[in-house]
């Protein structure tokens, strides 16, 4: 096995790190990362610290895969969605604690806290219930995702889409802290609900300091600063 290599060790160790930074557990979630003619997705039924790079599927958007190992159950979502929205590279699936318990009540994150626009858009949606594995789950996963780079899934979990696998993982944390702070704000009462005017505002300045662009907006003397003259 010498095609994608590192590619395949990427894999690996973005699994890691899904388990370290508390996402995810054991060998439960998937991920996938495109690659010429298809992606690869990790096996089915395999403890992340066991994996090796042999043991990583690769797939083509046809459905057909080779190896020694079989694909993820979830194979369907990973390349559904890669297969259409070419603005991603990665697709992260898990099971994090705080995600799973809006989840499982079939609710999703509404924009009560600005940097819900990470994801997106004003919300982050969660989609109806289908059995893990099939087809009518990939088709409800990416009605979710339309518009956007992150859906919860009923009873199940999460999904997170990135450009890379870094972008994906950070994603996936943003998204479970912004569901245990949901959570705990919401033992005081419904919290209050930014407007999409205001999310639209806040992913646009986003946008700028991502690209290191001044923000120039006149909201506050932040937006005036400029470098001072040697």
Request: aromatic content about 6%; hydrophobic content about 40%; some cysteine.
């Amino acid at each position: 096995m010498s095609d994608f290599l590192a590619e395949r060790r990427a894999v690996i160790d973005a699994c890691l790190a899904m388990n370290r930074l508390g996402i995810n557990q054991g060998s439960s979630g998937n991920l996938s990362l495109r690659v010429e003619d298809g992606f690869l997705v990790t096996p089915t039924s395999l403890p992340y610290d066991e994996t090796t790079p042999e043991d990583i599927v690769a797939m083509g958007f046809e459905g057909t895969y080779r190896g020694a190992r079989r694909p993820s159950s979830e194979w369907r979502i990973h390349r559904d969605i890669l297969r259409a929205r070419p603005d991603v590279e990665v697709v992260l699936h898990a099971h994090p604690t705080f995600a799973t318990a809006l989840a499982v009540h079939g609710r999703g994150i509404p924009s009560f806290h600005y940097m819900v626009a990470l994801a997106g858009g004003d919300s982050i949606r969660c989609a109806p219930y289908a059995t893990f594995g099939t087809q009518e789950l990939s088709d409800h996963a990416l009605a979710a995702l339309d518009g956007r780079l992150a859906c919860l899934l009923a009873n199940h979990g999460m999904i997170v889409l990135g450009r890379t696998v870094k972008a994906a993982l950070a994603l996936a944390v943003e998204v479970e802290t912004l569901a245990r702070q949901y959570l705990y704000a919401q033992q005081f009462g419904e919290p209050v609900i930014l407007p999409p005017d205001e999310i639209a505002r806040v992913a646009e300045r986003m946008r700028r300091m991502k690209y290191g662009q001044p923000l120039d907006d006149g909201d506050g003397p932040e937006d005036t600063a400029r470098p001072r003259s040697a």
